[in-house]
């Protein structure tokens, strides 16, 4: 299984496991690094799950499904050895979350400063506005552009 990263049909896949400091995640490796920081739920729980014996390991949540889920498909790709899980502390009906991903050069080792602006946006540096529909429908801008309202998701768990 390669531990490097690799784009395959226009999709980056990492298959080591991340670094994990405090509310933010670093990866990195050869020329690139992604920092991931999360912020909403508010004291939301992050944790690294996988690795060896557990990549198929099942929901947190779901007290008889704690061993690895092994089957047939399982040794084709895309695979994933590990994954984070963000879990509400509030353990509320619903629950909004809001990541940000950024992907820079090795060089860089500070993320873009980032600011959390309520109810469910962003202000990335001094060069993005990005704000989400807290509820109701899906949508939201980025600067004065409306995000699209579409969400197209016919086949993706096939």
């Not at 050895?81 to 502390?89: G, H, L, Q, S």
């Not at 602006?117 to 989400?132: E, N, T």
Request: charged share 25%.
């Amino acid at each position: 299984m390669p531990t490097e990263p690799e784009s395959k049909d226009g999709v980056l896949r990492w298959l080591s496991l991340p670094e994990a400091d405090g509310d933010a995640r670093v990866l990195s490796m050869g020329r690139s690094r992604a920092f991931l920081r999360t912020l909403l739920p508010r004291g939301a729980e992050s944790v690294v799950r996988g690795g060896k014996g557990k990549e198929a390991w099942g929901h947190p949540l779901e007290p008889a499904a704690q061993y690895n889920h092994e089957g047939p498909g399982r040794s084709r790709p895309p695979i994933c050895p590990w994954r984070i899980e963000v879990a509400d502390p509030a353990k509320g009906a619903r629950t909004l979350f809001l990541h940000v991903l950024e992907v820079v050069d090795e060089t860089v080792v500070e993320p873009t400063d980032v600011k959390f602006v309520a109810p469910a946006g962003l202000d990335l540096g001094d060069r993005w506005k990005i704000r989400f529909h807290a509820d109701g429908t899906v949508g939201g801008t980025v600067g004065t552009t409306a995000l699209s309202t579409t969400v197209k998701s016919e086949g993706q768990y096939r």
